[in-house]
């Protein structure tokens, strides 16, 4: 069908007279929208003077559209028929009168000059190369890999041809481009590489996958060639290379010996110290070491990280591996837009799903649904790990929403991904074991919680996570005290306290305070839950509620039920506002046991969605068209437009207008 419609296209242009044929030439290969560029190169291709009106043929056949000064061919078929049966010299003719016609937009000058010639030089492809850096900084992350692809095409020294190409690579890697990037680098492989470039294909080695299938030794390679690059002054180089060494390092601990080489390393890169790559370099290789010199440094940034969305983003990993949740939800949300418009899907699959795990660490579960695109968007750019990482997110939603009986199927993919790699992730199995041990919590299957959750505490097992070992205390501590393990509980109470340190970490201390009170013994512990209470959890609704379920199950067992009552019912209250609805339950039960009886948990119409139906419900009520919410979510406007269809029902409503009231009612009414 394509092809007969193409070819219908390009019947209809072949019968117009030469100076209509000019226009529609220029405009096939035009990158703007300017009627009058359109002419003035048209004019230079036709060689004789034209106006407007020698266009009006195009538009009346439908080839051609026009508003204002501003025109637009009139479907994607018409410029694909029309470059289709363009004679190559014609197409070249084309681009050198744009060219011409541009001159006061060097940029796209440039790329249409580079257009003009069938040979190789030097000299256009190092103009282009530089458009490609201004394109870049601009945020064209597209328009600038295909202009270093061009470049590379055009370079006649194989050398400088590998380095545009390598460019080419980690802007295609930035835009979810696994295809290409795979394409670049096999060849790249063959090609003859300066000492610089050859480092560059190493980083790119694994890239998709976060590094986290690196060996020790590739490791140590890439912290070898970042010295080699200090030494040769190249700051860029080495600061990218040693982040790729510190990133591998968090997905599986070689050991403290190389972890800290990676810190060693790159304190000797000539670098401010708040610079947002060697704090993310600190936190992902010494969490426990770096912490509070690190959070001390985040401070100094402000959230937008001065409008870098880049930065904000190695700002938000380093506040995220250190434990600092709110500043990491903070810095993560400023880039995602402008990731989102940019089109640089891999970032923003990776800032999305590490945004998703600190709000489930600040119990913010319904902020964190957007692990659900981070998965769907990671799954499309060949991220296995961090699709991994956000199918642990949204199945520990789950969980904590309306728990399961069996094993998940997005975990089991999960930590297949993860025991696939030559080391197993480690990061991931530790997530995988969390969101298995709170979905056994809140079914009060206290002996398999503890099972699930000891698994992160203990050296030798695959899953353990020195990090995530400290945030996930409180549910192990939670575990043992259900099941008589209160000694073994705080031996590791105590193991935990001395790697946190002085930490000030949101994490720590919430997990901390949480586990002193569970754990204490019967004369300390009620100024200890006052603490859990009052103290980092205070702000925080899942966290308060958690130390207020505790706190009324203590009270019941020291037979003070009618004083346990006031900090279940506020525990219950809690846990229903999250969409908490297994821990709501479980707090009632405390309470029936009191004597208390009467409660009917509400419905959320919220409920009834996927989060995927919730993101397109919320966008919709906010006014946006389902092109605006399908541009901002990578999907078509056609899909959209279902899911709306499938919504409506669900939320018992039959039009746009409805949605906002009927996502804020509590019982769908």
């Known amino acids: 069908m394509t092809t007969r419609l193409e070819r219908a296209f390009a019947a209809r242009a072949e019968h117009l007279d030469p100076a209509v044929r000019a226009i529609l030439t220029v405009a096939a290969v035009d990158d703007g929208d300017d009627v009058g560029d359109v002419l003035a190169a048209a004019q230079i291709l036709h060689g004789a003077p034209l106006d407007r009106a020698a266009a009006q043929p ?25 470059r289709q049966a363009m004679p190559p010299a014609t197409r070249q003719r084309a681009h050198e009168a744009l060219a011409r016609v541009l001159a006061a937009h060097p940029d796209r000058a440039v790329w249409h000059r580079a257009s003009s010639v069938s040979g190789r030089d030097e000299r256009i492809a190092a103009e282009l190369e530089q458009a490609a850096g201004n394109a870049q900084r601009r945020g064209a992350i597209a328009s600038a890999a295909a202009w270093l692809e061009r470049a590379a095409a055009l370079s006649p020294d194989p050398r400088s041809q590998a380095a545009r190409l390598l460019s080419a690579a980690e802007l295609g890697y930035q835009l979810g481009r696994f295809g290409q990037v795979e394409q670049i680098k096999a060849q790249v492989t063959g090609m003859t590489l300066r000492p610089r470039d050859r480092s560059r294909l190493a980083w790119l080695e694994g890239v998709f996958h976060d590094g986290s299938t690196g060996e020790p030794a590739e490791v140590r390679h890439l912290v070898d060639m970042a010295r080699q690059a200090t030494e040769g002054q190249d700051v860029e180089l080495a600061m990218q290379l040693l982040v790729g060494a510190a990133r591998r390092v968090w997905w599986r601990d070689p050991g403290a010996p190389l972890r800290h080489e990676i810190v060693l390393a790159a304190r000797q890169v000539d670098v401010p110290g708040d610079d947002p790559r060697l704090l993310a370099i600190y936190a992902l290789s010494e969490s ?38 709110r500043r990491a939800v903070a810095f993560l949300s400023t880039p995602v837009q402008e990731l989102r418009a940019q089109g640089r899907m891999s970032l923003l699959a990776e800032a999305l799903a590490i945004r998703a795990w600190a709000e489930i660490y600040l119990g913010t579960f319904d902020a964190a649904r957007s692990a659900d695109e981070a998965m769907r968007l990671a799954d499309e750019t060949g991220q296995s790990l961090w699709a991994a990482t956000a199918r642990i997110a949204v199945a520990l939603i789950d969980g904590v929403g309306t728990g399961w009986d069996t094993r998940h199927d997005l975990l089991s993919e999960a930590q297949h991904v993860a025991l696939r790699t030559p080391n197993a992730a480690s990061s991931l199995l530790a997530g995988v074991q969390l969101a298995r041990g709170i979905a056994e919590l809140g079914a009060n299957r206290h002996e398999q919680a503890y099972s699930e959750l000891r698994r992160v505490f203990q050296p030798a097992d695959p899953a353990f996570q020195r990090m995530q070992q400290v945030w996930a205390l409180g549910y192990l501590a939670d575990a043992a005290v259900h099941t008589g393990r209160h000694a073994e509980a705080r031996s590791t109470l105590a193991a935990m306290e001395r790697i946190a340190g002085t930490s000030p970490a949101t994490g720590s201390i919430i997990a901390l305070e949480y586990s002193r009170a569970v754990l204490a013994d019967a004369a300390s512990a009620e100024e200890l839950f006052r603490t859990a209470m009052d103290g980092a959890s205070s702000g925080l609704p899942w966290h308060r509620a958690r130390a207020e379920l505790a706190y009324g199950s203590w009270l019941r067992r020291q037979r003070r039920a009618v004083e346990s009552r006031e900090s279940l019912r506020a525990a219950r209250a809690a846990f229903e506002a999250v969409g908490a609805r297994t821990w709501a339950q479980r707090a009632d039960q405390e309470l029936r046991a009191t004597g208390e009886r009467g409660w009917r948990p509400t419905s959320s119409p919220r409920e009834r969605l996927s989060p995927q139906e919730t993101q397109i419900a919320e966008l919709a009520a906010q006014g946006l068209s389902n092109r605006e919410i399908g541009q901002r979510l990578f999907l078509s406007h056609r899909t959209v437009s279902t899911h709306l269809y499938r919504i409506f029902p669900k939320l018992g409503i039959v039009s746009r207008n409805q949605l906002a009231d009927a996502l804020q009612s509590r019982d769908g009414a």
């Open 58 to 82: 195009a538009f009346e056949h439908g080839l051609l559209t026009v508003v204002g000064e501003r025109y637009h061919i009139a479907h994607p078929l018409v410029g694909s028929a029309l």
């Open 288 to 325: 426990h070491e770096q912490g509070p010199l690190v959070i001390e440094r985040l401070a100094r940034w402000p959230a937008d990280a001065g409008g870098r969305p880049d930065l904000a983003g190695l700002l938000g990993i380093a506040a995220f591996c250190t434990g600092d949740f």
